[in-house]
Nanobody, 121 residues
Framework: QVQLVESGGGLVHPGGSLRLSCAAS???????????VTWYRQAPGKGRELVAS????????NYADSVKGRFTISRDNAKNMVYLQMNSLKSEDTAVYYC???????????WGQGTRVTVSS
């Protein structure tokens, strides 16, 4: 079993920055390398949407148009950590943000519990 724990959410003013972290853990010897990782978010009253994703090698990234140029996904495989740097935050970024890891095999998709981000003045 793999566990993902998000942290770093909170209240921030419009235009501010926040860095979300996703700590991955598992059985002895576990490494998050080999997993594609994705940040999703769910705003109040809306469905889950993809925010940013990164291939298992880290060579490829994709971003939602709404966050492109403002958000950056990164990973540190040695620390089993995934990050989402969020700059120039807007009120519409308010959501619960979820970390996802996928090794592209059956029963090998994992979700964190989410961390809440509120952008408000």
């Amino acid at each position: 079993q793999v566990q993902l724990v998000e942290s770093g959410g909170g209240l921030v003013h419009p235009g501010g920055s926040l860095r979300l972290s996703c700590a991955a853990s598992g059985a002895p010897g576990f490494t998050v390398s080999g997993y594609a990782v994705t940040w999703y978010r769910q705003a109040p009253g809306k469905g889950r949407e993809l925010v940013a994703s990164m291939s298992s090698t880290g060579a490829f990234t994709n971003y939602a148009d709404s966050v492109k140029g403002r958000f950056t996904i990164s990973r540190d495989n040695a620390k089993n950590m995934v990050y989402l740097q969020m700059n120039s935050l807007k009120s519409e970024d308010t959501a619960v943000y979820y970390c996802n890891a996928d090794c592209n095999a059956a029963d090998c998709v994992y979700w964190g519990q989410g961390t809440r981000v509120t952008v408000s003045s």
